[in-house]
């Protein structure tokens, strides 16, 4: 990665408010801003849910629905013993 776009990423970054930068003589210091990062978690942490909860009802659905006999209904019964454990 070249050295503007280092410079660019960190710009993004801090405009964001999940870095802070300051110029020490040649150098440029930055700091992650752990507050920002926890706002950023609980957010995504909150949409993990909704979508949990969504595609946990859409497996449910298409279990009832399915044939019995229909090619892949095994997936099915894995993808719902791998998502307890999560």
């Known amino acids: 990665m070249s050295l ?44 993990r849910g909704l979508w949990q909860q969504r595609l946990a009802a859409l497996d449910d659905f298409l279990a009832q629905t399915a044939p019995k006999n229909a090619v892949g209904s095994n997936r099915s019964k894995r993808h719902r013993s791998r998502r307890k454990d999560s």
């Open 4 to 47: 503007p776009a280092v410079h660019q990423h960190l710009g993004v970054l801090e405009q964001a408010g999940i870095v802070s930068c300051e110029k020490r003589g040649r150098e440029r210091w930055c700091r992650l801003q752990s507050d920002a990062l926890a706002h950023a978690e609980k957010w995504i942490g909150a949409r």
